[in-house]
């Protein structure tokens, strides 16, 4: 291990890889020595440093790695390269981050022996860059109860509360500049992966964390565009859950922001925009709830100022693909919901775009509108909204199959 040649150093770490910590015996001067050697490990070595990792990384997957990679032996050397070394000690919090990941009651263990303290304080860091890496890897860690109580106990979502108002000028607008657009960019991203711990309550989110407040103002600045779209991200990062959907379409004022921006953006942040929506309509959980999909019904008719459904099907025909299949994607979402079918099945436009085959630039549309058809056709009310004519139409469309195309036929790119 010792060796200053990197092919040596890399033909004695691989041994280790064989070595099953849940079945075979490392010896604590072993793991005391890879802990050094993750300290003593330059840049330059990144053969070197990837296999190091590797190997510690796979040992913290194992039930023995908090008796054997924390255990009294090493934690003299671990706590020298939590001082020492910036570097490293990232690195060591990336395993760290694997153990808590995979072993049970890794957080309590962990933390009775200080090893988790000096992350807990960085998250406070004067330098945004050693705050944006804390947090990083803090929200790896995010994964069991424990770090919920862990985090909540320190005080940390507070103290993260106060690093965001504190980029809030005199006249209370979010400061314009990189930094304080990388604190919050950062910290929203660890907030929305806190709150998929489960045990996590969103309403805290309105009130002792009134993250919300503060995310509806990001949505709704203009002036910082990186910003606002990583809120936006935030908010669908949110809608992922369950709960957090839940929690938003009865909280209403944060969706409510989003749909005023979204109704007058463009390009990119309108694209980042489509994935909240999709979010809400691509919800299996909010079609089968009738209270919940009753909201979403009021927030369909606030988008695009209640021409929703033309300016998506204007859009699945857009050359640009991220676009266009974002747009006919959300079609095939409506067809979940009954008043979503209803809709569909009122709009001309739609009823162009589902059986004209030459209205589909990409074998994507193709499939995509296929899948429109198909769920439509096998939809209990299709006869009662759509018509027998249309039916046959249907029947017909799935048994050509997706890519079929009537002889003569010119595709169209935009209508």
Known sequence: MESPNPTIKSLVFSQF?????????????YVAALWSQLKACTDGDSDVNSLLTKILSRFARSKGSLSCLYGDAALGTIHELIAENESARLRLYDIMAVTIENVEHSVETLSQKSLLDALLQDVSADDVLVRMNSLEILGKMCVSKDMLGLVTERGILHELVKSLERGIDEDGNIRDDMLTEMSWTSTLKFFVQFSRIKGFEFSELNGSLPILPLLRQAI????????QIASINCLAGFLESQKGTEYMLNEGKTLRAFVSIYNVESGDTRLECLKVISCLLGSEYIAKDEKLSKRCFELYHQLNNGRFIAVMVRDSMSVIEEISGACIELLNDLCQFDWGRRELSQSSMFMSLIFDRTKAPTARIKQWKYAIVTNLKNSPDVVELFGSKAVEQMRAY???GAFYMPPGAIVETEF
């Open 17 to 29: 890889l064989k070595c099953d910590l849940d079945k075979d015996e490392l010896s604590d001067e």
């Open 220 to 227: 709704q600045d203009g002036q910082a565009v990186d910003l």
């Open 398 to 400: 799935i048994t050509q």
